[in-house]
């Protein structure tokens, strides 16, 4: 089974990059992706990425269409989230998720408190 453990959030000023990372051993076989919360909000799909027949789809939430991009290292088993030009309506705790491409399992990290203000 997958497990991830999400790293990289903190504080930053408005205008700022910040790189998460999502650290998920066995994940081969899954669909990644990051989610958001916000206080008071729901949680909202930020962006995902998934490789079926040799080809990867990726998926953007309109907030961040040009400004944040997801992307996996096989070898380091990890999942990457760079955020660009972030905004204070970017504050949110971020998720890392894996969904199974062959069953209905999906596993959530424990999630990584993102900040940005000035």
């Known amino acids: 089974q997958v497990q991830l453990v999400e790293s990289g959030g903190g504080l930053v000023q408005p205008g700022g990059s910040l790189r998460l990372s999502c650290l998920a051993s066995?994940?081969?076989?899954?669909?990644m992706s990051w989610y958001r919360q916000a206080p008071g909000k729901e949680r909202e799909l930020v962006a995902s990425m998934s490789s079926t027949d040799g080809t990867t789809k990726f998926s953007y939430a309109d907030s961040v269409k040009g400004r944040f991009a997801i992307s996996r290292d096989n070898a380091k088993s990890t999942v990457y989230l760079q955020m660009n030009s972030l905004k204070p309506e970017d504050t949110a705790v971020y998720y890392c998720?894996?969904?199974?491409?062959?069953?209905?399992?999906?596993?959530w990290g424990q999630g990584t408190q993102v900040t940005v203000a000035s």
């Open positions: 066995g994940f081969n076989n899954y669909a």
């Open positions: 998720r894996a969904d199974s491409y062959y069953t209905t399992y999906l596993l």
